[in-house]
């Protein structure tokens, strides 16, 4: 089970930090990712790390902005959102995957979605 956490409203400019905490399974066995998906678009990567954290991967609208990180110990995963942007403004999931990908239908695993809002 995934549950997510730590969305709301902020300006643009401003940050957040989502949390992912997971139970039921070997947490350390999974690669994480994280999607979003906005009204009326199409759910799309944001960010994925690898089972032991040394690897991470980001879609191109968030590199330099967003921080993917994993904390084994608390079956927890991270995503600092920083300089964040009106287009930011999505539901964001969380995911897990057996390898690290950029791809949702191999994920396996999804969390219920926590809700992003960036005002202008």
């Known amino acids: 089970q995934l549950q997510a956490s730590g969305g709301g409203l902020v300006q643009a400019g401003g940050s957040l930090r989502l949390s992912c905490a997971a139970s039921?399974?070997?947490?350390?066995?999974?690669?994480m990712g994280w999607f979003r998906q906005a009204p009326g678009k199409e759910r799309e990567f944001v960010a994925a790390v690898s089972r032991s954290g040394d690897y991470t991967y980001y879609a191109r609208s968030v590199k330099g902005r967003f921080t993917i990180s994993r904390d084994n110990a608390k079956n927890t995963v991270y995503l600092q959102m920083n300089t964040l942007k009106p287009e930011d403004t999505a539901v964001y999931y969380c995911?897990?995957?057996?390898?690290?990908?950029?791809?949702?239908?191999?994920?396996?695993?999804w969390g219920q979605g926590t809700q992003v809002t960036v005002s202008s």
């Open positions: 995911a897990a995957d057996p390898a690290l990908s950029a791809e949702a239908e191999s994920y396996d695993y």
């Open positions: 039921g399974r070997t947490f350390s066995n999974y690669a």
